[in-house]
């Protein structure tokens, strides 16, 4: 008999693992996988930035580095993110293994057997099993077009027993839901939080990938308009800034919480991999990631239209759905309660593939939504997956009636 | 005020990262990191095998893959694991964030607060902070020059209260103590824990790297060898294999507790580095790694060789020292209680570093004792090195006088 820890034994086999080995199936239309596609990374740019390496510095890349990141892309990382007004100097940063990592560190640091963590449904799959895997009870709060709805939020806080620990957002074309927060809803939140006995996580891994430069200004993190004493632990990444093989996020905390962040990395996987570090710095020092940024929005924004375009042709009365202003998703409502479960089965014998709902609900049971990524399709097969899906929803709307 | 989790509340600041600063400073003779020589790494083969990396095969290393692993260097790594005798159709492999990601992750899955962990002593650093941070209760077992000491083993298992969970054991050259369990120690060690209700955790990191061929039969894990029920986790790493930047590492678990261990991964990291997988992969298939470990086991013996030598020459009476016959350390023992921080501060001032002996002290506290590494340091350098800590060890011999 295997006396497993609580936390294991709570553990359930998640359904991520079948998924994906569909969403990688060349026979199947994907709009599963939260990824870039394969064809659009940077393997040119990261061929000449290997090719132009010193012997030194290749070396370097094999070796232990620093748990808090390899020097150099520490300070390039504070220099970029200088620019966008974020408060480097005041805050440490940490490089961690993808920013589900981070994400992770910070959920280990505060989090004790049910703590309660407040979260927006629906959220990231990651961040909800990292904060399962902790044993918190989670309090999840809807969202609207703008953000996480404030009123809910304010009777969460003012539940005292547990009183919350955590709030995790993610403000900028959210993943599932690909909404952006506006300006008052963050001014609001902000303003809400600053009497609040509780830490801020905020997860940007989307922010940089706006469709209108008109909506630069909206994806302006929450961590430059702090001027209380609100602790914000702001999360972000090079998983869709360069490529999620890479395993390169970041933290950006208040010394006391970076402090404690730095010795749980240590204890979790000492350092992130230096080999991808030196490649990442190279890639920032070298200005390829603006040029490499400007050409995704350019192509994400035309795969979304082409989305957005093929469900208001294809889909039946009474879904409504996201029109999403950067990022990777959309995420479609159904009508009459209807379960997304069904619909993933007809789909996928008809060849095209999507998340359910229930995936992205931290409690996982609201299923009347479906997550449409369309950042790794090309347009070519977006129009024919929605197709797929729109005829497999029509058919479970003639059954239920 | 912040409301840290018990186990970040318990997190104190290592010693590591200072002394890892102090270890990489160019004016310093360095004995301290356990790790590869810079000049050592395999960059001429690395580039052969990434300028013939198909374009496909590129993109792939940009992706997100499964959390198990890239699937064909999991075909490799249990070919190659295979040939050694390990049982790897009746267990599953998982690659891991390097093997302290192994580690922690057996940790995760098995420890609650209290939970008794029965480990060498000394022991690897980055175990013990990984039990620690899971509020395990650490039983430390003395070493000989051939093993974990069953009789006190044997004692500690006895004890019901709480029952141990864990016995996290490093046989093969040893870290920090160097030494090599013989062939009747593993077999006692599986005679003794066939009857007991607990998992062992065997962590092989440098059991390649022997100075003598007749020494290989030694290395054989007991995972080859458990004929019996006793659930075995065998972690080890690419880290002294290729280099540690890399950051991939791989656990060889029966398959109840690899599947708990997989769901923990996914909300630790999601997967390790696709990118660095590829060139692993690669290295292993092309048959690079034979050929490399056969160059690093001449210099590593060298190396081993020319400290002992200079020990032999240089120490004063009353101390010992572990001969390694593989590995990267020297254990040595100081004579009548003198304290290895003293004499580390002696050492700094005139240019030699090394880790002290509380380091590798589960509880802490043991301090006559202090870890050589003479794995990352040229020859000429190694007996300039030791004379300055041999020098620092007279002059405190002859102040406790």
């Not at 239309?29 to 393997?43: D, E, Q, W, Y």
């Not at 008052?184 to 303003?191: G, H, I, P, S």
């Not at 042709?313 to 990777?328: D, I, V």
Request: charged share 20%; with cysteine.
């Amino acid at each position: 008999m295997l006396r497993f820890s609580a936390s294991a034994a709570s553990m359930r086999s998640s359904a991520i693992r079948e998924l994906m080995s569909l969403a990688t199936r060349p026979d199947m239309i994907s709009f599963a996988g939260g990824m870039p596609g394969n064809n659009l990374f940077p393997v040119a740019e990261m061929d000449e930035i290997y090719n132009k390496l010193s012997l030194e510095v290749k070396r370097i890349g094999f070796q232990y580095g620093p748990t808090t990141g390899y020097p150099p892309l520490l300070e390039a990382l504070q220099d970029y993110l200088r620019q966008k007004g974020m408060p480097v100097d005041s805050n440490n940063l940490i490089i961690t293994t993808g920013s589900l990592q981070a994400i992770n560190i910070v959920a280990k640091v505060f989090i004790d057997p049910n703590d309660r963590v407040i979260l927006e449904n629906p959220a990231f799959i990651g961040a909800i099993s990292a904060f399962k895997s902790y044993q918190a009870a989670l309090d999840p709060i809807p969202i609207d077009d703008d953000g996480i709805i404030l009123t809910e939020l304010q009777a969460a806080l003012q539940k005292k027993k547990p009183k919350a620990k955590l709030l995790y957002i993610t403000p900028y074309f959210h993943n599932p839901a690909g909404i952006l927060y506006n300006a008052q809803r963050k001014t609001d939140l902000l303003e809400l939080l600053k009497k609040e006995d509780i830490v801020l996580l905020e997860d940007d891994a989307y922010g940089e990938l706006y469709f209108n430069a008109a909506d630069k200004e909206l994806t302006r993190p929450m961590k430059t308009m702090n001027s209380g004493a609100l602790p914000i632990c702001y999360t972000s990444s090079f998983s869709k800034y360069i490529g999620p093989g890479l395993r390169l996020g970041w933290l950006l905390a208040p010394p006391e919480i970076a402090e404690k962040c730095e010795l749980a990395k240590q204890s979790f996987d000492a350092c992130s991999s230096t080999f991808t570090q030196v490649l990442a710095h190279e890639f920032l020092v070298q200005n390829k990631m603006q040029a490499y940024l400007e050409k995704m929005r350019v192509i994400y924004a035309r795969r979304a239209h082409t989305m957005l375009n093929a469900l208001q042709e294809n889909m039946p009365e009474g879904l409504t759905w996201t029109k999403p202003r950067g990022g990777f998703y959309i995420w479609v409502s159904l009508p009459d309660k209807m379960d997304s479960t069904e619909i993933l089965k007809k789909s996928i014998a008809n060849g095209a593939v999507f998340v359910i709902g229930s995936t992205f609900d931290p409690l996982g049971v609201k299923n009347d939504c479906l997550r449409l990524a369309f950042s790794h399709t090309p347009e070519e097969q977006i129009e024919k997956g929605i197709k797929i899906i729109a005829e497999a929803l029509k058919q479970q709307m003639v059954k239920k009636k």
